[in-house]
């Protein structure tokens, strides 16, 4: 049998073929045309989107941070309040934040901060200095060590650390002997510290010590740390053996346990009528200190011998009639807390006398309803008001004013000392300590008061008065069980009927 074989193309003629059938397909075939052109749109879009995208991001970078970069976080860890971009608003003096990090180590969140700080103001400026390619920077500004991620602020020969670890605030775990962060406070450092390089001097406050007084260790830290950042030396002070420094912008009374001498008080009284302020704050111990009440009786005031307790349930803790939420009074020192609670435990009346010089002018701050009365025996009460409990509106705190010769003295009280306790002002978030250092700081004379919070990263409290737990607890415990009753027996109903 014979076999036949086709005869295959040599190379040359396969190259011949393609050349002249499927190259000449591809280019003026109608379906290769087509595939061509959109083949080519293609690639041109694709080619423009790009060039789009690099313009943009081009433009995008020269945008100020607080426009090209979202603060997504919860806390808005590295945005800035309206107090700092007042501040930085009113700059008139060259500033520089030397950023103290290792190039590829930096805190992402401080980094980001520094951002929105150079943007904000033309009179800021960031700089980040490596501290292995210039070991000796921070000596020219401070002998200690600094510390990786700290900011030194710099304005004209004044200059002022801000440490990383001041930033970042830390609590410990006893049971686990462990640290976890809780707060960052950038913002208020570093605008604090912006405000020290420019001012020209700082204020001073004394704080009266020798008759048992709390000293400003012993409060809320969140009420110290308002008074640094506003830029406020704190010295103590002792009237047995000293006068009261000419260079006070204010002396602070912090609950005295025992009582002053008639000279000690003078002191006070001869300071407020020469212009002098005085921030005071008592507890009620259930003792007379007639040298101390003659302080407030010559302005106009006396405290209750015994507590103010509250009838109104929207105006108390739960099932304590005892701490006072009070009414808060419009007042450019209350406008910080304006939104807050304050509590008041254990806090007296500031009662008016039935004759004063027209000469003072007192302003209430802290109010109760017009519901509370006083409890003359704490210690043995029932907490009902009865038919002989004197009842009405009292003050908690007030502003009292008097000018004599052309000099103004203010003397602010708050009848409850027991607010700045720790306790007492982390259950209302901090909101105690700022109106406390918003009080203090309005007696000196700073430039700008810097009375900016921490951020949290961990809770903040919520505050329910006694009728607010009242009214849930009937929700949760009568209503919503009632109505899934009521859901279950329709549905059982229908079921039945079926």
Not at 172 to 191: A, H, M, R
Request: aromatic residues 8%; charged residues 25%; glycine residues 4%.
């Amino acid at each position: 049998m014979m076999k036949f074989f086709k005869k295959k193309p040599d190379q040359g003629e396969r190259k011949k073929i393609l050349t002249k059938q499927h190259f000449k397909e591809i280019f003026t075939g109608e379906e290769n045309k087509r595939h061509l052109r959109h083949g080519s749109y293609s690639s041109a879009m694709t080619v423009i989107v790009i060039a789009v995208i690099v313009v943009i991001n081009l433009i995008a970078a020269q945008l100020p941070s607080d426009v090209r970069q979202i603060d997504v976080s919860t806390q808005k860890l590295y945005s800035v309040t309206d107090e700092t971009k007042e501040i930085l608003e009113n700059l008139d003096e060259d500033v520089t934040l030397y950023y103290i990090a290792r190039n590829g180590s930096e805190d992402d969140t401080i980094e980001k901060l520094l951002d929105h700080y150079e943007d904000l103001s033309s009179h800021i400026t960031v700089e980040q200095k490596d501290p292995d390619l210039y070991p000796k920077f921070t000596s020219q500004y401070t002998s200690e060590e600094v510390a990786s991620d700290s900011v030194i602020v710099v304005c004209g020969e004044k200059s002022k650390v801000v440490s990383g670890d001041d930033m970042w605030e830390t609590s410990i775990d006893y049971y686990s002997y462990s640290y976890s962060t809780t707060g960052f406070d950038g913002e208020g450092q570093i605008t604090s510290a912006i405000s020290y390089v420019t001012s020209d001097h700082n204020e001073k406050i004394y704080w009266i010590t020798g008759h048992g007084e709390s000293q400003i260790s012993d409060l809320t830290s969140n009420f110290s740390d308002a008074i640094e950042k506003s830029n406020v030396d704190v010295e103590e002070l002792s009237l047995m053996t000293e006068e009261i420094p000419k260079d006070a912008s204010c002396i602070v009374i912090m609950a005295p346990t025992v009582d002053y001498s008639s000279e000690e008080a003078n002191k006070v009284i001869g300071y407020l009528e020469n212009g002098g302020n005085v921030l005071m704050f008592t507890n009620y111990t259930g003792t007379d200190m007639p040298n101390l009440d003659s302080i407030l009786e010559n302005y106009g005031v006396t405290r209750s011998s015994g507590i103010v307790v509250e009838s109104d349930s929207q105006h108390y803790y739960p099932q304590m009639p005892y701490y006072l939420l009070p009414e808060i009074e419009t007042n450019d020192i209350t406008d910080e807390v304006k939104d807050n609670y304050i509590l008041m435990p254990v806090a007296q009346a500031i009662l008016p006398l039935e004759s004063y010089r027209d000469t003072i002018t007192i302003t209430s701050l802290l109010q109760t309803t017009d519901g509370a009365y006083i409890e003359e025996d704490p210690d043995n009460s029932t907490w009902s008001k009865s038919d002989d409990s004197v009842t009405g509106t009292f003050d908690l705190g007030v502003i009292i004013t008097e000018t004599v010769d052309d000099k103004e003295g203010k003397l602010i009280y708050f009848s409850c000392a027991n607010m700045l306790n720790s306790q007492i002002d982390q259950a209302v978030s901090g909101a105690n300590a700022k109106l406390a250092a918003a009080a203090a700081v309005s007696m000196c004379d700073v430039e700008e008061s810097v009375l900016i919070e921490s951020k949290r990263l961990s809770y903040s409290n919520l505050v329910f008065t006694d009728a607010e737990v009242g009214f849930w607890s009937v929700v949760t415990i009568i209503l919503i069980p009632a109505v899934m009753i009521v859901i279950g027996f329709v549905i059982w109903m229908r079921r039945r009927k079926r």
